[in-house]
């Protein structure tokens, strides 16, 4: 079985849906052979234990093309991304696209990147006779005609859909694609272990606030430095009011290109109470908050962890999605704009949250095995699809072309 997706670039959203199946794939086919094709490789065999080839022949894929020889590598890159992703399908019985926001366009991306790389994955399995599984994805619209072109020509030749919440399906049939019978389970990472709650017996724990490099979404590339500085401003100062009431404030992120963020806020607020946690992980950033009294979030999976621990949580919500999620949860009322962040509105919000801790914690202890027990229909769904426990591989598709 082959697993594709940016998985090891740091990104612990992107990891944590590759774990979740995993740990599936570990259980329920403990025979089957499991490798990659991922952005991070080497991570990804050192942190999970499988093998993993690169995505990219061209080494400087994400380095900006302003040299000459960055551009033409990047053109060469593409033609020959299409033989290699070729032979790489074709070396497995199956393809398996875990999670994440594959389909999405709510953050910046080139249609080049990852579209492109989705599309030739779904292709390659159409052509070579090898199912590609979209497995409990996210997606959204998109006013970029190429990007929304290669999304849906790429779902409509996956041999399987299903997504994490409904407005991923509806995005979908929205470009054209028929989603009948497409289903609707929970983010992957759901599935995963939660560590042991904190306790709340103790001394007040800390306040996690979780902070993105935020600049808009695809469609917004021309507003982004003015999103990037409104965010920045009106993060650093929530967290400088929570800090001159006395309050623990923990610094969290969900990508490595969130980190120049938390050093902007710990520097401009300069306060003993505002540390910053060093996260590789989405177990880890589950550990930071199980121990906390409260969550502001806005990367999705920084709130999906929160929600999994059942710390309550306040999203700072950059997409739809964030506001669905809390919606599902029964918690819509505790969303406010990243885009427009007001600071002393969101600190009312927080502090009408914190009011309501007990009742949110039992709302959360309700939902919580609502959303796992979908992610378990999930898998039982996607066994369907997988080579039977116990299957030969198939010695045609274990040569290289």
């Not at 935020?214 to 469609?219: E, T």
């Not at 880890?284 to 999705?300: G, H, N």
């Not at 918690?331 to 009742?359: S, V």
Request: aromatic residues 6%; glycine residues 10%; contains cysteine.
């Amino acid at each position: 079985m082959g697993l594709f997706g940016l998985f090891g670039s740091g990104n612990v959203g992107n990891d944590g849906s590759l774990v979740a199946l995993l740990d599936h794939l570990r259980a329920d086919r403990p025979e089957a052979e499991v490798d990659a094709l991922c952005g991070g490789p080497e991570t990804v065999t050192a942190r999970y234990g499988i093998p993993a080839a690169r995505l990219h022949w061209f080494r400087g894929e994400y380095r900006t093309a302003a040299r000459p020889g960055d551009i033409l590598g990047k053109g060469v890159g593409k033609l020959v991304d299409a033989f290699r992703i070729a032979a790489w399908v074709r070396r497995h019985d199956v393809v398996l696209v875990p999670g994440t926001g594959i389909l999405e366009s709510t953050l910046p991306l080139r249609p080049w990147g990852m579209p492109y790389s989705l599309f030739l994955v779904c292709a390659a399995g159409r052509l070579l006779r090898t199912p590609v599984a979209l497995v409990g994805v996210g997606a959204s619209e998109t006013g970029s005609r190429p990007v929304r072109g290669l999304t849906r020509w790429a779902a409509r030749l996956a041999a399987y859909r299903s997504y994490r919440d409904t407005l991923s399906r509806d995005a979908i049939r929205a470009m054209g694609v028929d989603t009948r019978n497409d289903e609707v389970y929970a983010d992957l990472v759901f599935a995963l272990a939660t560590p042991p709650p904190g306790d709340s017996s103790g001394p007040p724990g800390p306040v996690c606030v979780g902070v993105m490099d935020f600049g808009g979404s695809n469609d917004e590339r021309d507003r982004a430095d003015e999103l990037r500085r409104r965010y920045l401003d009106g993060m650093t100062r929530f967290v400088r009011a929570l800090a001159a009431e006395g309050r623990p404030v923990r610094l969290l992120t969900g990508d490595d290109v969130d980190r120049p963020v938390t050093e902007a806020i710990l520097e401009a607020v300069d306060s003993p109470l505002v540390t910053a946690a060093a996260t590789a992980s989405l177990g880890d950033l589950m550990k930071e908050m199980a121990v906390a009294d409260t969550v502001v979030a806005t990367r999705y999976h920084n709130l999906v962890c929160a929600l999994k621990v059942g710390t309550p949580a306040l999203a700072v919500s950059y997409a739809a999605k964030s506001d669905r999620l809390m919606a599902d949860m029964g918690l819509g009322e505790h969303c406010h704009p990243a885009r427009d962040i007001d600071a002393g509105l969101l600190l009312e919000q927080f502090h009408a949250l914190e009011r309501n801790r007990a009742e949110v914690r039992q709302t959360l202890a309700e939902g919580n095995p609502v959303l796992a027990g979908r992610v378990r229909r999930q898998f039982e769904a996607l066994n369907a699809l997988l080579p039977a426990s116990g299957a030969a591989p198939d010695p045609a598709r274990q040569e290289t072309p």
